[in-house]
């Protein structure tokens, strides 16, 4: 019988040929920490190609990503302290998506989208019972605007809102109404980053330091609460 997907056991071949002695000695240098910068390019060139709509270059954009993950699980494959590889790799995602669905995996009920969302939460709060606070686990390298959203929706289930942040709430808009668009949105945005510019400021820094400023209000709030939960009688 065939491979199912006789392409792919293909591009697995040809990393571990080009990792393999006698291959290239570029490839059989890399480390995991040396591939951090061509993972993130690669996933920003997707997410280029996605947002232009052109799909010929998505499928090639996908086959750059799909390179790097194939890439990092050769080096763990050939590494001592590590020693997974792909096939170890694709076996978790497996268990974690069906841990993730229970609603198609086992008996509970989920009708929409938002019931799903509403009991995942659940779910990676069994995985990852480490975690104490809802901002373990965000991603710091993000771009600040997405940090910051992600962030905000995070503090939303710990009940904090943005305008509960540890700064003076600015004054009320009064000669820019608020967008109603996303294209409007984005304007107002370049326009903001563009004066900031002019006055020899960093938007993305200060965005990220507001954010931290923000992410301390949450940690207090979370502490404040955990220390008003009566205790456990001995």
Do not use: N
């Not at 480390?31 to 996605?50: F, G, K, M, P």
């Not at 019972?129 to 600040?144: E, F, I, Q, Y």
């Not at 943005?162 to 109404?177: G, H, L, R, T």
Request: charged share 30%.
């Amino acid at each position: 019988m065939s491979a199912p997907h006789p392409g792919l056991d293909e591009l697995v071949a040809t990393v571990a040929l080009l990792r393999a002695p006698g291959g290239c000695p570029w490839d059989a240098e890399q480390t995991h920490e040396s591939l951090v910068q061509y993972l993130v390019e690669e996933c920003w060139e997707l997410i280029d190609a996605i947002e232009a709509g052109d799909r010929a270059e998505m499928l090639e954009e996908l086959g750059d990503v799909l390179y790097q993950v194939l890439f990092h699980a050769d080096i763990a494959a050939h590494t001592g302290d590590e020693r997974f590889d792909i096939d170890d790799v694709a076996r978790h995602m497996t268990a974690k998506m069906v841990s993730r669905h229970p609603h198609v995996f086992g008996d509970r009920e989920a009708e929409t989208a938002d019931d799903v969302v509403a009991f995942w939460e659940d779910l990676k709060a069994d995985e990852k019972p480490h975690r104490t606070s809802v901002l373990d686990g965000v991603p710091r390298g993000m771009p600040a605007l997405a940090l910051a959203r992600k962030v905000l929706g995070k503090a939303e289930k710990a009940g904090v809102a943005a305008q509960d942040a540890p700064w003076p709430a600015p004054p009320e808009p009064s000669s820019v109404a608020a967008p109603g668009t996303e294209e409007e949105l984005g304007r107002q945005l370049f326009g903001l980053v563009a004066a900031a510019r002019e006055q020899g400021l960093d938007a993305e820094r200060a965005l990220r330091a507001a954010v931290r400023e923000f992410e301390g209000e949450v940690r207090r709030t979370e502490q404040a609460r955990a220390a008003e939960q009566p205790r456990p009688v001995e």
